[in-house]
């Protein structure tokens, strides 16, 4: 099928990922772009066990994602696709618009310099800054923790 | 081990579970301050930083942790090694304990009311859960504590995906086997309209949360049947 979700969460793969959007979505691939954890066995043990062992979990670099997003496209799988932070989701939809299209803000946590936008969603003003300039140039961008909330659009988080 | 059963006391979207590790690392790692200073308290507020998983595991990130920063492994690999635990003791807690243990127990106490036990049923459910909770508790602290960094391996050699595994068959099994007695043990006095009206909204909620589906969950549709009944009793229908 295609990539059928673009989240930004800086947990990465945990229960909101597979339980929540995995089932209701019926995700059978997950795409983890993280170059740390592409290159980290240990890691990348811990990441597949919470994954159902039916649903195909890959680690890649950011590089490697740009080079085969469009591969991930036409593949036949569905695939939700995965960064921790705005930067790397902001390069692959550089690289790729069409496969990112909309981008679903999904967990971004507290850290020095980040301002809290929702309970689950805290942006520093330069990610918020980001994102607006991803919008503009056409981006759908919500703030959604698990498909049984609303989505909340980017411009009420300013 | 006794701070571990508080460690959800400051649960905040900040730092989720993060405040309550730091409050059950803190002695672990008292005897550090001796040795490096410096280190212990970096350690201390490494381990207070976000944190999340299932509440009866969180003793293995806090044995492993514990022990990486003994063993003076870089901080920012041991923030990495935190993160990553978020992810499968969250998975891993929450399909054995919420998706397994709750709903097999509660299906065997369910049976043994029905079946006359009474309140010994609740007190045997009360008394298996706790047990078994305040054991995984007290085995996961000392598995972490043993494995450090290597505590993925540690998990996945353990008792605890097979465990996992099983748990969810009998959960379906307890529940099948209770939601019959229940039923019939409830409705018998109020004769065949309430076992009809009672399949009828069996019917309407598994086609509507399906229809409706991920918004309308199965407990959304109890609550609304249940809220909806209520007004209708009121009323006099």
Known sequence: ?158 | MLRLFAVQGTWNYERMLGVGMGYAAEPLLEDLKAVDPVRHGEAVARSAEFFNCNPNLAGLALGAVTRAEYEDIPGPQIARLRTALCSPLGAMGDELFWAGLVPALMGAALVGVVLGAGWWAIAGFILAYNGIRLWTSYWSLRLGMQSGMRVGSAIGASWLPRAIELIGPVAAFTIGAALPLVAAWYLTAFGWPAGIGAAGVTMAGIALTRWFAPFLTPVRFALAAMIFLVILRRVGV
């Open chain 1, 1 to 158: 099928m295609s990539i059928v979700l673009c989240r930004i969460d800086d947990r990465l793969i945990h229960g909101q990922v597979v339980i929540g959007w995995g089932r209701a979505m019926a995700i059978d691939l997950i795409i983890l772009v993280d170059d740390q954890v592409a290159t980290s066995d240990w890691e990348q043990e811990l990441y597949r066990m919470a994954v159902a062992p039916e649903i195909e979990v890959r680690f890649v670099t950011l590089a490697d994602a740009a080079l085969h997003m469009a591969d991930w496209q036409s593949n036949g799988k569905r695939g939700l696709m995965l960064t921790g932070d705005v930067e790397t989701m902001a390069t692959l939809r550089t690289s790729n618009p069409e496969v990112v299209q909309r981008i679903n803000l999904g967990g971004i946590h507290h850290r020095p310099g980040r301002r809290e936008r929702l309970p689950f969603l805290y942006l520093t003003d330069q990610e918020l800054r980001s994102l607006q300039l991803l919008e503009a140039g056409g981006a759908i961008i919500t703030a959604q923790d698990l498909p049984t909330t609303p989505p909340v659009a980017l411009k009420s988080l300013a």
